[in-house]
Structure formats: structure tokens, C-alpha cells
């Protein structure tokens, strides 16, 4: 049975560690409540666990597995926007904090 499932590589580890990382799962909570105007009561933090981040990144880039978005242009460009809005949202969140904590 050959070629029935590509194999992985960078982009399949990346998104693996990403799903795995908790503060991802948190940007998912606060995304999902912006998105659907919920209260934080109606989704609190810690909600998306990586399984659920491994789906929300395999729906968003258009794959059945992480692995295909090495072998698929367009899922991998997704990847890169799902991680740089990941990205803007920590560092708003680190600003967030420093705000709060009296550090400007």
C-alpha cells in the first residue's frame, strides 16, 4: 500500500507542538468567545484541550492529518496565519500584562 498517507515533516511537527502547547489552547477559548460572543462563563479558559486545537488546525488548514500540510501549499500558508495570529495574540497578552502590572 503505497502513498495512501504522506509522511510528515516540519510544518506536521509544528502544528503537533502548537496543538500541544496550553497557551494555544487558550488563545482558542478567548478566539472562540470573540467569534461567538460568548461570556467567559459560557467557555472558560482551559476549555480546548490539544485534541481539540489538532482539529481546529486540521479543519482551518483543509487536511484529514497535520502530516498533509507538508505536501499542501495552501494548508501550509494557513498554518503560517493561524501561527502569526497565535503569535500577535501572546504578545497582546504579554502587553496586556505588563499594562496591568504597572510595567509601561
Known sequence: MTGSVPKGGQQA???????????????????????QALEHRD????????????????QSCGVD??????HNDA???????IAADYSKWERQQRMSERVAGGEV
Do not use: W
Open 13 to 35: 511537527r509544528r502544528a503537533a507542538l502548537m496543538c500541544q502547547n496550553k497557551r494555544f489552547g487558550l488563545y482558542l477559548d478567548h478566539r472562540r468567545r470573540q467569534v
Open 43 to 58: 467557555l472558560p479558559d482551559g476549555t480546548h484541550t490539544p485534541e481539540d486545537c489538532a482539529d481546529f488546525v486540521r
Open 65 to 70: 492529518s497535520r502530516a498533509a500540510i507538508d
Open 75 to 81: 494548508a501550509r500558508a494557513m498554518l503560517d496565519r
